[in-house]
């Protein structure tokens, strides 16, 4: 016991010395000066008198008593629960109300006064709130409700005020306060025209607000819409341009970035979508939930194909829409749509079972078996009979012979032999069938010789 007396005893000696310490520092600051003793009181963490210089406002008087060492004066929840809205001054036998939000806010300086000799600070908790969404000017980035103190008498106008005003997509005709009833959990909803409020304060709109009163100040739909897309490659100028969302089309915006160049390769030219509306495909999603013993023939095809084919990818038509310039081929355009204008191809590319694969220079005179010895020749896992060429232009898989002509871009494809997975689809169904007739088989001959 002895021992826990004495680290009290030197824990209040060191704090009164910290104190003693703070209030000789601002004396030696402003040793010129004038000190006046001033009283902060109330929801601060340090209430007591403090020597202050004429030059120091109630707003910093009350930061200062809330900056030194916590000490069990007030809960400290009551500190953090301070008022800034309903501050009160004593100064002789005046009493005098200050709004420091509207200084902190709107810098009106009335609200915040210099000290005199003996004023009394009395920094209340907050008792009442309301709470402001959406088109707001100083609303904060997580998009949450702004909470503001209440005081009394404050209407529409005062709160709107400071929030720092409005945003230009304010919906001002449509603004929505919600109010509860009395101490239940009722509420009724008042409708209220903001651009009434605005050119006459004093109209019967702008009302006497209440604790717990909800503010819904809601956006124009679409407004200023920002939308763009985005060319790439053989295209006079590429960038950024800005559309009209689902109204400006593909033509339009070729012709205004200039038009392709003569190396664009229009056939391969494409364009790819990140609208959400348009890539949903809720079948997709739950085969992709499904395993695959589980999924129909039909049903395995389309998760295989969905899993390679390119997303969001429009139909190629661009040489005709340009060229030709047929409109029913013109697509109308969606904010984020990215449209690529490849070069047009000098090589063919070979891809899968020879010795060198790759890419290689186009030759008008040579057919696939030549480009193939080109590449090396055949491994010995190739699969002759299933060599496909894969058309650039249209993306059909083509069954090849000697006279079939290759394009630039065109792909020749020599797959591995696996011929046990590649029927397996077909095997497995072959086996489920034959299973399922065994299986009636044996419930029928049970049931007739019973």
């Known amino acids: 016991m002895k021992n826990i007396s004495k680290i009290i005893l030197v824990m209040v000696v060191l704090f009164s010395s910290i104190c003693l310490f703070a209030q000789e520092n601002i004396s030696q600051q402003y040793s010129n000066n004038i000190m006046y003793n001033v009283s902060v009181v109330g929801a601060v963490k340090n209430p007591g008198v403090y020597p202050f210089p004429p030059t120091i406002r109630v707003s910093e008087a009350i930061k200062f008593a ?93 709160i709107i005020e400071l929030s720092m005003g409005i945003l230009p997509n304010a919906d001002n005709q449509n603004v929505e306060i919600v109010r509860f009833i009395g101490n239940s959990s009722l509420t009724e909803s008042i409708n209220v025209n903001l651009n009434l409020i605005m050119n006459d304060p004093e109209n019967k709109e702008n009302i006497i607000l209440q604790n717990d009163d909800r503010i819904y100040i809601r956006e124009i739909l679409e407004y200023h819409d920002k939308s763009f897309v985005t060319l790439i490659g053989e295209i006079a100028y590429e960038g950024t341009y800005a559309i009209e969302n689902n109204k400006t089309t593909l033509l339009q915006i070729i012709t205004k970035a200039g038009g392709p160049t003569e190396d664009a390769d229009l056939f391969n030219a494409y364009l790819q979508r990140i609208s959400e509306e348009d890539l949903r495909d809720p079948e997709y999603h739950q085969l992709r939930k499904t395993r695959a013993e589980d999924m129909s023939h039909i049903e395995y095809r389309y998760m295989r194909n969905r899993l390679t084919e390119p997303n969001g990818i429009f139909a190629k038509n661009f040489d005709i829409l340009w060229n030709n310039k047929k ?75 000697k006279n079939t002509k290759l394009n630039p871009g065109d792909t020749i494809f020599i797959p591995r032999k696996e011929r046990f997975s590649y029927y397996w689809p077909y095997i497995k169904e072959t086996i489920s069938f034959i299973t399922g007739l065994a299986t009636s088989y044996i419930i029928i001959k049970g049931i007739i010789y019973q």
């Open 327 to 401: 409109i029913k081929y013109d697509i109308n355009l969606k904010d984020g749509d990215v449209i690529y204008f490849p070069a047009k191809a000098v090589a063919i590319k070979i891809s899968g079972e020879v010795v060198n694969p790759g890419l290689l220079n186009y030759d008008l005179e040579l057919n696939y078996l030549e480009y193939i010895e080109l590449a090396g020749g055949l491994t010995d896992k190739a699969w002759k009979g299933k060599i496909k060429i894969i058309d650039a232009k249209t993306g059909e898989w083509i069954n090849p012979n």
């Open 66 to 158: 809330n900056t030194l060492l916590d000490t069990i004066n007030i809960p400290l929840h009551a500190v953090n629960n301070a008022s800034k809205r309903n501050i009160t001054l004593k100064r002789n036998d005046k009493i005098i109300k200050l709004d420091l939000l509207k200084f902190l806010v709107l810098g009106r300086e009335n609200s915040n006064p210099y000290l005199k000799d003996g004023d009394i600070i009395i920094v209340p908790v907050i008792k009442e709130q309301i709470q402001i969404f959406g088109a707001i000017a100083n609303r904060n980035e997580e998009e949450l409700p702004n909470y503001i103190e209440l005081k009394n008498g404050d209407r529409i106008s005062d």
